[in-house]
T-cell receptor, first 115, second 115 residues
Framework: EAQVTQNPRYLITVTGKKLTVTCSQNMNHEYMSWYRQDPGLGLRQIYYSMNVEVTDKGDVPEGYKVSRKEKRNFPLILESPSPNQTSLYFC??????????????FGAGTRLSVL | AQSVTQPDIHITVSEGASLELRCNYSYGATPYLFWYVQSPGQGLQLLLKYFSGDTLVQGIKGFEAEFKRSQSSFNLRKPSVHWSDAAEYFCAVGPSPNTGNQFYFGTGTSLTVIP
C-alpha cells in the first residue's frame, strides 16, 4: 500500500531536549516536505527536499533541521525544542514530473507538545 | 505578499444543501491549484487539482472546482452535501514558475453539516 509513515504520532517533551520525527515513503517520490499546522494559520511549509541530498527552507524553518540521505526518508530534527514549536506536524511526498506531479501524499501527523 | 486566501473560517450547511468554499490566490499567471480535505484526527487527502486546460475540474466524493483566472479564484463546490463531508478544507498553490518549489496553503475552512 502506498503510504507516508510518520513516527511517533504523539510526543510530549521538555524544552531543550533534542528530538527527531521520522518520515518514510514507499512511493519512490522525489519531493518530500514537512509542514506544521496551527489553528488559524493553516499549513506552513518548514523544509522541503527535491531529491536526495537536496533540501531547502520553507516559510518557517527556524528551530528545525532536516536531512535527506536516502530517497525514502526525510527526518525532522528539533535540536532544542521550545514551547512555540508545540504543533501538529505533517510529512508529505510527491513526484516532481509526469501526470501525477505535485500531488502530495500526507502522513497521519505527529502531535508534538513541548513543555 | 503572495498568499492563498480562504475568507470563510467556518461554514454550516444543512445536509442535502449545496456548498461553495471560496479560495483566492495572488501568485499571478496560472499556478498549480489544489483542494485537500482533512477529517478530524486525520491527514490530508487530495480532492482535486488544476494544472491547465478545462477550467472546471472534477474530483472525488462528488466535488468540483472552477478556476477563474480573471478573479484569481478556485472555488470548491458540491451540489448536495452529505453528513460525512463535515471536515476541514484547504486550498493550496504550487509548485510552479511563480511559486518556485514551495507549496502554499490557505488557512482552511471548517465545514459543519447539520441534519
Amino acid at each position: 500500500e502506498a503510504q507516508v509513515t510518520q513516527n511517533p504520532r504523539y510526543l510530549i517533551t521538555v524544552t531543550g531536549k533534542k528530538l527527531t520525527v521520522t518520515c518514510s515513503q514507499n512511493m519512490n517520490h522525489e519531493y518530500m516536505s514537512w509542514y506544521r499546522q496551527d489553528p488559524g494559520l493553516g499549513l506552513r511549509q518548514i523544509y522541503y527536499s527535491m531529491n536526495v541530498e537536496v533540501t531547502d527552507k520553507g516559510d518557517v524553518p527556524e528551530g528545525y533541521k532536516v536531512s535527506r540521505k536516502e530517497k525514502r526518508n526525510f527526518p525532522l530534527i528539533l535540536e532544542s525544542p521550545s514551547p512555540n514549536q508545540t504543533s501538529l506536524y505533517f510529512c508529505a511526498s510527491s513526484l516532481v514530473g509526469g501526470k501525477e506531479r505535485n500531488i502530495q501524499y500526507f502522513g497521519a501527523g505527529t502531535r508534538l507538545s513541548v513543555l | 505578499a503572495q498568499s492563498v486566501t480562504q475568507p470563510d473560517i467556518h461554514i454550516t450547511v444543512s445536509e442535502g444543501a449545496s456548498l461553495e468554499l471560496r479560495c483566492n490566490y495572488s501568485y499571478g499567471a496560472t499556478p498549480y491549484l489544489f483542494w485537500y480535505v482533512q477529517s478530524p484526527g486525520q491527514g490530508l487527502q487530495l480532492l482535486l487539482k488544476y494544472f491547465s486546460g478545462d477550467t472546471l475540474v472534477q474530483g472525488i466524493k462528488g466535488f468540483e472546482a472552477e478556476f477563474k483566472r480573471s478573479q484569481s479564484s478556485f472555488n470548491l463546490r458540491k451540489p448536495s452535501v452529505h453528513w460525512s463531508d463535515a471536515a476541514e478544507y484547504f486550498c493550496a498553490v504550487g509548485p510552479s514558475p511563480n511559486t518556485g518549489n514551495q507549496f502554499y496553503f490557505g488557512t482552511g475552512t471548517s465545514l459543519t453539516v447539520i441534519p
